[in-house]
């Protein structure tokens, strides 16, 4: 609840990286963007690509 009402939390899924409301594309690939963008260094690994295979919609009925 605390982390909530600091962050003015009102719906799910929200994403906060680094105190800052995340607003980008709710893909590997943007969630990947969005992460390595907050580092004042990027790490190896941001420069890898997740793919369209990543991007696929997850089983189970939980389609976005």
Not at 1 to 27: A, C, H, W
Not at 44 to 57: I, M, P, V
């Amino acid at each position: 609840m605390e982390l909530n009402e600091k962050y003015n939390v009102q719906g799910s899924p929200m994403l906060i990286i680094n105190g800052e409301d995340f607003n980008g594309p709710r893909t590997p690939e943007g969630y990947k963007s969005g992460i390595c963008a907050a580092f004042n260094t990027a790490p190896e690994e941001c420069s890898t690509s997740l793919g369209a295979a990543a991007a696929a919609a997850p089983a189970g009925g939980c389609a976005v």
